[in-house]
């Protein structure tokens, strides 16, 4: 079974480029989460979809970051404009309706120049 | 307050001894999960093992067990026979509520696990 796909997985911009970040769950995950680590730290909730609706976004900074699952499969993360202070690595994480685990992908490494 | 607690920045362990790593957690809610996840160097958290509020018997998945202990809100992970592939950083993370819809994880800042020859 594929696990999670997350793309890019390096990506280096300058402050007030814009980014996005895409990311593909497991077949059959109806359940998907977004989280920002920033560096030494644990990982930290920016979104959970339910199928194609969302959840919980009580941590996304809304100015500037924005995310959609169409379909209920794919998602994307949107950052405009990006802060120096978005550099982190950002984790999609996807669960099946059987199970609390969460099954995470490699993450996208994002550096804000 | 801080929900979950993970109070070793670093810990080193010889190949093939057994390692703890302690977590402390925080919650008023009666139902809750516990996990433990691996992250090596490449970036990616790897789930290892899950303890429901409700399980009576502490969780084992192979050289991977949990020692709940409930009452003092501790659910530390213990790693037998430590191999080098073991080195990762190591983050214990909580599930508060009856899990399903809502199931937002909360995790502590982690534990940077070394195996030494």
């Known amino acids: 079974e594929a696990g999670v796909a997350q793309s890019p997985r390096y990506k280096i911009i300058e402050k007030r480029q814009s980014v996005a970040f895409w990311c593909n769950p497991i077949?059959?995950?109806?359940?998907l989460y977004w989280y920002q680590q920033i560096l030494g730290q644990g990982p930290k909730l920016l979104i959970q979809?339910?199928?194609?609706?969302?959840?919980?976004d009580s941590q996304l900074p809304k100015d500037r970051f924005s995310a959609e699952r169409l379909k209920g499969v794919d998602s994307t993360l949107k950052i405009q404009p990006a802060k120096l202070e978005d550099s982190a690595v950002y984790l999609c994480?996807?669960?099946?309706?059987?199970?609390?685990?969460?099954?995470f992908g490699p993450g996208t490494r994002l550096t804000v120049l | 307050a801080q929900k979950i607690t993970q109070t070793q920045p670093g810990m080193f362990v010889q190949e093939k001894e057994a390692v703890t790593l302690d977590c402390t957690y925080d919650?008023?809610?009666?139902?809750?999960?516990l996990f433990w996840y691996k992250q090596p160097s490449s970036g990616e958290m790897i789930f290892l093992i899950y303890?429901?509020?409700?399980?009576?018997q502490n969780a084992t998945e192979g050289r991977y067990s949990l020692n709940f202990q409930k009452a003092r809100k501790s659910a530390n992970l213990v790693i037998s026979a430590s191999q080098l592939g073991d080195s990762a950083m190591y983050f214990c993370a909580m599930r508060e509520g009856l899990g399903g819809g809502g199931n937002k994880l909360t995790f502590g800042t982690g534990t940077q696990l070394k195996v030494e020859l």
């Open positions: 303890q429901g509020s409700y399980d009576q």
């Open positions: 077949s059959g995950h109806a359940t």
């Open positions: 994480a996807s669960r099946p309706t059987w199970t609390d685990t969460q099954y």
């Open positions: 979809f339910q199928n194609n609706g969302v959840v919980d």
């Open positions: 919650t008023s809610d009666p139902s809750y999960g």
